[in-house]
């Protein structure tokens, strides 16, 4: 027992990663439609669902982020649409920092150092944290793995946050409002 608590961030980043490799293939080819047929009927449960599909992305890193946005523009409307949305990055980015936070730098930087844009927006942009958590945001980044940086970092939890909900929206919100403007168009709203 012992030697499971010594190497906790060690058995967690592993364990991690065996998910993440047995579930990426299916994961990473899922589209809109796999989504929408299993999704609850009810609007109280298809929101508890996408968040909760928001909560796991940190940990599979292979859901991809514009398929759930018009997957939830098509289920809800508009407003409710990207209400969802938030409360969904606002979990996932969360949970992304605070595992960053918690398996630390030297973990995280092995991470890091596998995916090459990542690494060099990183690297060059290490001056105002505030600045460069919002500039990660606005670019196509990955969320979770960047997310982690700033968590491992030690970048307080409420600028990583505040950074984070004014740099995400702009390139979540015309997804969901894409998936809306299909049910529009299909005559569903």
Wanted: hydrophobic share 50%; aromatic share 12%.
């Amino acid at each position: 027992m012992r030697w499971l608590y010594s190497h906790r961030k060690q058995l967690t980043v592993i364990l991690i990663l065996v998910v993440t490799l047995l579930l990426f293939p299916r994961l990473r080819t899922i589209t809109v439609d796999d989504i929408i047929n299993y999704t609850p009927s009810s609007p109280f449960l298809a929101a508890f669902s996408f968040i909760g599909l928001y909560c796991l992305r940190p940990v599979l890193m292979a859901i991809p982020n514009l398929v759930l946005c018009i997957a939830i523009g098509i289920i809800f409307p508009s407003l409710q649409g990207i209400l969802i949305s938030l409360i969904g990055i606002f979990c996932e980015t969360t949970i992304s920092y605070f595992i960053g936070w918690k398996l630390g730098a030297k973990e995280v930087t092995k991470l890091v150092e596998k995916n090459e844009k990542v690494r060099k927006f990183l690297s060059s942009n290490q001056n105002n944290n505030t600045v460069t958590c919002f500039l990660a945001r606005i670019t196509p980044l990955p969320i979770g793995l960047t997310s982690m940086f700033f968590g491992a970092a030690g970048m307080p939890w409420s600028k990583y946050i505040f950074a984070s909900v004014l740099g995400l929206p702009p390139k979540m919100i015309p997804y969901v409002l894409a998936g809306t403007a299909i049910c529009v168009s299909a005559g569903k709203f």
